[in-house]
């Protein structure tokens, strides 16, 4: 009896993942006019006069070119780039990458400890549940304005 439930519940989940692939492929294959798609953006609350904070996002291609990020902007703070994380003699430093690659069909995650937006002179406190605005223009001179929740800084 056990196994056939468990059976009826990996049937359940292969179906939904499967609608899921459907879904993303549909999206994917509709925006040929703006190939790149931003899923998930998100940064952690601030505390009164911080003057930076890190945005996470995924960024999917799904055109059939690669793309560069030429720049980024929020009505938040007064700049914003794209760093990444490296290790130099044991020491750990952030790196700003200009005109960052995202390659055609490709998908890069922007998270902790990895590649990700700084945003530098804060000009409002960042609460819980809000959302702001960033803007990314590319090298094809398209902008996305993408949503950004911010997520209580308890929960890093």
Not at 59 to 77: C, L, P, R, Y
Not at 117 to 145: A, Q, W
């Amino acid at each position: 009896m056990l196994m056939q439930k468990q059976l009826k519940n990996f049937k359940f989940l292969l179906l939904l993942i499967c609608l899921i692939f459907y879904n993303n492929h549909t999206l994917f294959s509709q925006t040929k006019e703006k190939p790149l798609v931003f899923h998930g953006g998100y940064t952690f609350s601030s505390f009164k006069g911080q003057k930076s904070a890190a945005i996470y996002i995924t960024i999917i291609n799904s055109g059939e070119k690669d793309v560069k990020i030429n720049s980024i902007s929020t009505d938040v703070a007064k700049k914003a780039e794209i760093h990444e994380i490296i290790s130099e003699k044991d020491i750990i430093k952030m790196k700003k990458i200009d005109n960052f690659l995202v390659k055609k069909s490709d998908t890069v995650f922007f998270q902790p400890g990895g590649t990700h937006i700084m945003v530098f002179g804060l000009e409002k406190e960042l609460i819980d549940k809000e959302t702001f605005k960033i803007n990314i223009l590319t090298n094809d001179s398209k902008t996305y304005s993408i949503d950004i929740l911010i997520i209580d800084k308890k929960l890093r």
